[in-house]
């Protein structure tokens, strides 16, 4: 990172709003993110004590709870403190550095994850009875460990390309948190091959791991349509329709903002939103009212009896 870096902090301006709405965005996003972190963690609760979810699937989706819910960590509560107060604006070079980095760390690492656990329900439609032998515990695990590490080596890519360059006047962040677009504005250099490099880095990974969920669905699909009984297709595709809402709610905000031409400070704003508040919120929602067996773990935990069952 550069050494001519004068400014030592940021402002975030927060998302647009009348300053009358404080409160009530104050409360709203306050009980999202209670929700979020509660959510998940009930999520990552019932599948360590119910045996019966000790699967590649299952495992899968205990790594994506656990990034939803530090990926509103990384966002959701400096944004609570620019709407508690005006001083909670503030935030340091190295926290804003901090903060771009595990935001790209966690969010291309669910990216990664959301690939890997469609190649997974591939594997389970199409090759059912040798699934257990492709997709073994060492296998799962491989694909798990490589979904963070590709994760960390892009976030690092992200956070050098933008912080290298020099920030020596205008500090104020257009964003509620610390993101690349709105912090290259305020670099006092030329950032087109900056915004350039990002742009293709970025698009590279989403549109790459998009590409290959749609190949994986279309085979899935290809697969569901040879199942000879109405109660096989009906089940095959139950199992995958919970992903393919979280993919979409995922990556399409993700892609508007990222592989656009041009940035415009309050669309993106609002957009992001729904993949940095909205879609950790969503996912345990929709894996818990839309798959029965995490319904029934639930029911059991509630019972007791998964505890039962352990002893």
Known sequence: MSNSSLVTAFILMGLPHAPALDTPLFGIFLVIYVLTVLGNLLILLVIRVDSHLHTPMYSFLTNLSFIDMWLSTVTVPKMLMTLASPSGRAISFHSCVAQLYFFHFLGSTECFLYTVMSYDRYLAISYPLRYTSMMSGRACALLAIGTWLSGSLHSAVQTILTFHLPYCG????????????????????????????????????????????????????????????????????????????????????????????????????????????????????VYTLRNKEVKKALLKLKNGSVFSQGK
């Open 170 to 285: 205008p500090n104020r962040i257009q964003h509620y948190f610390c993101d690349a677009p709105p912090i290259l504005k305020l670099a006092c250099a030329d950032t087109s091959a900056n915004e350039m490099v990002i742009f293709v880095n970025i698009g590279v990974v989403a549109s790459g791991c998009f590409l290959l969920i749609v190949l994986s669905y279309v085979s899935i699909v290809c697969s569901i349509l040879r199942i000879r009984t109405s109660e096989g297709r009906r089940r095959a595709s139950q199992t995958c329709a919970s992903h393919c809402i979280v993919v979409l709610c995922f990556f399409g905000p993700g892609l508007f903002i990222y592989l656009r031409p041009g940035s415009r400070d309050a669309v993106d704003g609002v957009v992001a939103i729904f993949y940095t508040t909205l879609t950790p919120l969503f996912n345990p929602v």
